[in-house]
């Protein structure tokens, strides 16, 4: 026998999955005292924080989580601005974080970052914008396995 709603050819509303993804609050973000901002923008759009720290990230462990870009122009750049200073390492778990959080971070160059976004509205550059947000599912568990170990998160 065919659901009622289904039959009215009325799709109900699926849940959307719960995931994982990291984001990174770069020294940029952390100097200018944007930390609670990001905070408060993610927990209000009902993401829940399952990991965080404060650190000074290590050369060794920045070049590991950007190894894809090893060999492309800016990484020396990109890698000595991560070691710079402070850094906020937040593991966010709710329904598709992941797309969730690259949306409200906004597009990699502030100036074509929407207003409203995180770097719409913070970031000053395209080499200091902010935060950082993975990009898909792999990225998502490759990273969270780089900046956290599995005792540093809530399950």
């Known amino acids: 026998m065919c659901n009622p709603i289904e039959a009215e050819g009325i799709i109900p509303h699926r849940m ?20 609670g901002e ?13 990991g965080l720290k404060l650190l000074h990230p290590e050369r060794e462990l920045v070049e590991t989580h950007y190894a ?8 020396g750049h990109l ?16 329904e598709n974080a992941i797309q969730a959080v690259r949306i409200m971070i906004g ?5 074509e970052a929407a ?3 995180i770097r719409g509205d913070f970031a000053l550059t395209i080499e200091e914008n902010i935060v950082h947000g ?7 568990e490759k990273e969270l396995a780089i ?3 599995d005792e540093e998160l809530i399950y």
């Open 16 to 35: 959307g999955e719960k995931e994982r993804t990291l984001v990174l609050i770069k020294p940029d973000g952390v100097r200018r005292k944007l930390v």
């Open 38 to 50: 990001v905070i408060k923008r993610l927990e209000a759009r009902e993401l829940t924080i399952v």
């Open 68 to 75: 894809e870009h090893r060999e492309k122009p800016f990484f």
């Open 79 to 94: 890698v000595n601005y991560l070691t710079s200073g402070a850094v906020v390492a937040l593991a966010v778990e709710g």
């Open 107 to 111: 597009a990699t160059n502030p100036a």
């Open 115 to 117: 207003a409203g976004t």
């Open 134 to 140: 993975s990009a898909d599912r792999a990225s998502a």
């Open 147 to 149: 900046w956290f170990s």
